[in-house]
């Protein structure tokens, strides 16, 4: 494993480069590269937040953890929490669920919310309505709701509803 060697190839107007290394050398050097070749694209880098699955996994260690044969499960259980971080840890739980392949869709449903949180489908549609306005969760059109970047990152701040 320790012999692991990425491969890049970008090609931008009539510049082509290759980079080939240690993923996370290649990853600073196509950062690098794309700052000077897309001026445009550092401004947005150093304003833009995103979520990154191996370190959003690492900053919610004390929440959830992984093996093979569970897959993703919670560390604590949800009556220690508000039914809003609870509603919160669940939809972020099937975002990176969904992120490593092990589900269908990022998102979740409030009737396994209320199934998960054992509270009632009022309740945690009350909260939902509240989570929903705060913008840490999107509703699609099918009923279903998706944890949105700013959810994810007001949870890992502690910045979400408590008891």
């Known amino acids: 494993m320790g012999d692991e060697t990425l491969k890049v190839s970008i090609q931008y107007r009539d510049v082509r480069i290759d980079f ?6 290649v990853y600073r050097s ?3 590269f794309m700052e000077k070749a897309i001026p445009s694209y550092s401004l947005a880098s150093r304003i833009a937040y995103s979520v990154d699955i191996q370190n959003l996994i690492e900053k919610l260690k004390d929440y959830l953890a992984y093996n093979q044969a569970e897959g993703i499960f919670l560390l604590k259980p949800l009556n220690t929490l508000s039914v809003s971080e609870a ?11 969904h992120g490593l392949g092990l589900a269908e869709s990022p998102s979740i449903n409030a009737s ?7 509270k009632s489908e009022k309740t945690i549609s009350g909260k939902l309505s509240l989570i929903l306005r705060k913008g840490y969760i999107r509703r699609l059109d099918r009923g279903d709701y998706v944890v949105t ?3 994810i990152k007001e ?9």
């Open 112 to 118: 396994e919310l209320a199934k998960n949180i054992a």
């Open 30 to 32: 196509v950062i690098s």
């Open 20 to 25: 080939e290394g240690k993923p996370e050398d």
């Open 155 to 163: 949870f890992v701040e502690g910045k979400v509803e408590r008891k």
């Open 87 to 97: 509603i919160m840890l669940l939809c972020i739980k099937r975002y990176i669920e």
């Open 149 to 151: 970047t700013l959810g």
